[in-house]
T-cell receptor, first 112, second 113 residues
């Protein structure tokens, strides 16, 4: 079974630029999560989707971050404009029913 | 505020040693608790999941315990190997509906050959 796929794996941008990350969850997984992991910290949930609807986006900085999950499959997370403090690893995870979450390899973002 | 703390932040042990990683959480009304492993440049891998009604779970050389009343969990690794070197993360879920994971800051483990 293929795992959660994410791209790109690495991205370097300058502050105030825009960036987008892509996630393809495990086939059939209705729930999808985006996490932000700053160096030295544990992952923090940004947004959770159930199919193509948002379940929890309470910790998403909505003035600069946006996410969508069209057709309830792939998802994109966008940052516009980026700030230095957005430098982190962005992890995508998916879940089927009551099972555990399965994580992708992450996208490492560096904002200069 | 629901917080998860892990001690120690880093640990270095010689190969073959048994070790214990600690996790504490401020709100004892958890739904479940999970231990994850994170290797550099890779995502998280679930090691053990303990439901709130359980006291411990075992998988191979790993044993995780849960004490809800004291807000603590431990991950015991027996006969450590260099391949066990990684960051270990503890995460709790409050309320099963969203399965929202609240992570600790992790313990960086180095097993020296």
């Amino acid at each position: 079974e293929a795992g959660v796929a994410q791209s790109p794996r690495y991205k370097i941008i300058e502050k105030r630029q825009s960036v987008a990350f892509w996630c393809n969850p495990i086939s059939g997984h209705a729930t999808l999560y985006w996490y932000q992991q700053i160096l030295g910290q544990g992952p923090k949930l940004l947004i959770q989707f159930q199919n193509n609807g948002v379940v929890d986006d309470s910790q998403l900085p909505k003035d600069r971050f946006s996410a969508e999950r069209l057709k309830g499959v792939d998802s994109t997370l966008k940052i516009q404009p980026a700030k230095l403090e957005d430098s982190a690893v962005y992890l995508c995870a998916s879940r089927l029913a009551e099972e555990t979450q399965y994580f992708g390899p992450g996208t490492r973002l560096l904002v200069l | 505020k629901q917080e998860v703390t892990q001690i120690p932040a880093a640990l270095s042990v010689p190969e073959g040693e048994n070790l214990v990683l600690n996790c504490s959480f401020t709100d004892s009304a958890i739904y479940n608790l999970q231990w994850f492993r994170q290797d550099p440049g890779k995502g998280l891998t679930s090691l053990l999941l303990i439901q709130s009604s359980q006291r411990e779970q075992t998988s191979g050389r790993l044993n995780a315990s849960l004490d809800k009343s004291s807000g603590r969990s431990t991950l015991y690794i027996a006969a450590s190997q260099p391949g066990d070197s990684a960051t270990y993360l503890c995460a709790v879920v409050y309320g099963g509906a969203t399965n929202k994971l609240i992570f600790g800051t992790g313990t960086l483990l180095a097993v020296q050959p």
